[in-house]
Each structure stands twice: as structure tokens, then as C-alpha cells.
């Protein structure tokens, strides 16, 4: 059986093990093989420290590189193997974002435009005992400490009104809406029904 290579030389380990046979009647399996822990693995033809460390050579190099470097390290493996190797490598497990956050921005004025998209939910983190108001963006604090001054409630466009928003377009207080709405969802400002925000619990 295939093993590690030793001194640039291929490893064989050769094992022997006992074929038992099952005492119980009617037993589907009638003759079982004796297993090695931490040599053989079931359906393997290599070593288990072999078997570690092919899927990690395949995932990072990947295609036919994959099959021609172990050759060169005494380790005989075909293009059909490195690919089927390829396909037992685990998906890592990728959080998705509830909550994305776009910007736009010139790179070169009138030339060349890009977009970034981020975790919203890591810009806002929910308010809990231990998180204080200061993690927040500096816009976000401007803006909660404005509405924690109102005398009460207070619509967005009051709150631009202080903080020198333009509200006579009606479409002005929107983005300042939803930086409103965003930190009320995660616990900072409470949203009342009729659209108005308190910081008072």
C-alpha cells in the first residue's frame, strides 16, 4: 500500500491483517476484515497520513499540475485520481450576509467607476450589554445623538434638520431614513408605529 515518500524514494507499507468471519446466523456481512486506525481506512488504496495530504495538494494546485507534482516526489497519482481527490475536498462553509451595504466611487473621474459591497450587519452590530454606542460608524452616533436630544420622537426629517440635511426636497431625508432604520433594527434607536424613532426604551 502506498505510504509518504522516504528520502525522495516511493513508501510501501505492507500489512497484514485477519479476515474474521461473523458467529451470527443469518448475518448479511458473513466475513469482515480487521481494521488499522490511523493506517488504513476502508475503500482506500493509500495510507491514512497519505490520504491527508493528497486533497491538499490537489485543491491548492488543482487540474494537471495536480498529477504531475506528486510524481516528481515519488508519489505515482493519475490525472483521474487528483480529480476525484478534487471533488472530496469540503466546500468551506461561507456565512451570507442578511444585510449589504453598497458604495460608488470614481477611481478616475468620469473614466472608470467601481462598486464595493459589505456586511452591513458588521458596520451595525446589535446592541447588547456589552457594546457600547462609541463601536458605532461616526455617522450613526451624530445621528443618534441628535434624535437622543429631541425633546420626543422625531421624524428623519427632523433629524436632518439639525444635522443641516436639506429637507425641502422630499427625497433629500431618505438615505438619512434608512441610517434610521438600520440601527432600529438592531436594537440602537426604537422605531414607533408612525414612522418616528426615540432613543428611549
Known sequence: MPDLPIDGRQGVVRVRIRRLVCPVLGCKRQTFREQVPGLLERHQRRTTPLTGQLPELVKELYGRASARLPGTQAVPLSYTTALRLSRRVPVPVVQIPQVNGTDD????????YTTIITDADTMIPHRTSGVEETTLPPDYQRILAVAREAAGPA?????????GVDVSVRARPEPLRGKLVRPADRGWPRKLPDGRFTTRL
Open 155 to 163: 421624524m428623519a426629517r427632523q433629524v436632518g434638520e439639525v444635522l
Open 105 to 112: 466611487f470614481a477611481l478616475r473621474r468620469r473614466h472608470s
